[in-house]
């Protein structure tokens, strides 16, 4: 006997598999996430699939830098890791375990990174 949560697991893969917008696709995989629990390892930044300590303590400088109109030292931590998989943030385990986005803390850097460049 299939258990619910495999069930219902494979009938959202295929709807997902089926979706007829973009906007759909993301607004039901967001619900989703919620219904499998996938929200819970998204807000979890413990793991062992990447350095999350490392990810935290760099947001951190960046939030701390960009705060201070350090930007020398903003300039000095993004081209020091931009070529780089620092903290093995690309592991692809990170980017499968939900339709949209991955570790909040992941998501949390790469927007920071991305308002550093932007600025």
């Not at 619910?4 to 979706?19: P, S």
């Not at 939030?63 to 690309?90: K, M, P």
């Not at 998501?107 to 920071?112: L, V």
């Amino acid at each position: 006997m299939l258990s619910g949560r495999f069930m219902q697991r494979n009938l959202i893969n295929l709807k997902v598999t089926n979706f007829s917008s973009l906007n759909y696709l993301y607004n039901f995989s967001y619900v989703n996430a919620y219904v499998l629990d996938i929200q819970i390892w998204k807000e979890t930044q413990e793991s062992e699939d990447y350095d999350w300590e490392y990810i935290k303590h760099i947001t951190e400088i960046l939030q701390e830098s960009r705060a201070n109109d350090e930007y020398l030292r903003v300039i000095h931590i993004i081209r020091s890791h931009s070529l780089r998989n620092i903290g093995n943030i690309l592991d692809m385990r990170l980017f499968t375990k939900s339709y949209v986005g991955t570790k909040h803390l992941i998501e949390e850097f790469q927007q920071e990174v991305l308002h550093k460049l932007l600025v």
